[in-house]
């Protein structure tokens, strides 16, 4: 018999399964649920897909943290904490919105956990666009490195681009890394205004600016590894 933990959940409408890094295997049940009799059959016959969710687990860097809608969101290079309140209403979407200071409301079929990543995730974009943007420009100014534009985008493996017109990208993922590796990216993509490579003279310049983009960039080659899992997925089963 494979082993698992039961949690009530206030959200859930229906019992499902989801594996945690600290709990493994976790059954979530309705608040009020009683037939636990039924959990072992029920387990039993997700045999298959449990197999198959532990494997892509041990495989998959990014499901090695809770992929659990949050509570509270730590965004480490604005040195911010968001909680999350739920709030269900009548709306088929969901939508966040801040309620004063680092509050944010997800409002609408909270039901629909992938609806309520994506609505996180477009409050992300917008949050990323009005906090990393100013902080891009005043680098621009700062060092003497100009670039024609700037936007906020959700790549899956790049930190950030330039193209040969000077237009920047930026990664929302940016909030979860350190303010160090953050800047870091920024500077990066600025020198790149200059040099559309990665040629000694392009880290030269780098370096002038970052004197440690060394140790910053080495960071944020596994800094992926310790992105929010629900970024990407959401509980399964």
Known sequence: MTEYSVKVSARAKHVSLRITPAEGLVVVVPRGFTDHDQLDELVESRGAWIKKAF??????????????????????ALDECWSID???TAALSVRA???????????????????CARALRRWLMR????????QLEQLSQASG???????????QTRWGSCSSTGSINLNYQLLFVSPDMMKTVLVHELCHT????HSVSFYNLLE???ANYH??????????RSMPAWLYRLQAG
């Open 215 to 224: 140790q910053c960039e080495s960071q944020l080659k596994q800094a992926w």
């Open 208 to 210: 002038s600016h970052i």
């Open 97 to 115: 919105v801040e309620s004063g200071s680092s509050q944010l409301k997800l409002m609408g079929n909270i039901d629909n956990n992938e609806a």
């Open 145 to 155: 490195l100009h670039y024609s534009k700037a936007t906020i985008r959700g790549q």
């Open 86 to 88: 739920y709030i269900k």
């Open 194 to 197: 200059v040099y559309m490579n």
């Open 55 to 76: 494997r892509r687990y041990a495989s998959e860097p990014r499901l090695h943290t809770d992929a659990s809608l949050p509570e509270v969101m730590h965004l480490p």
């Open 127 to 134: 949050y990323a666009k009005k906090k990393l943007l100013p």
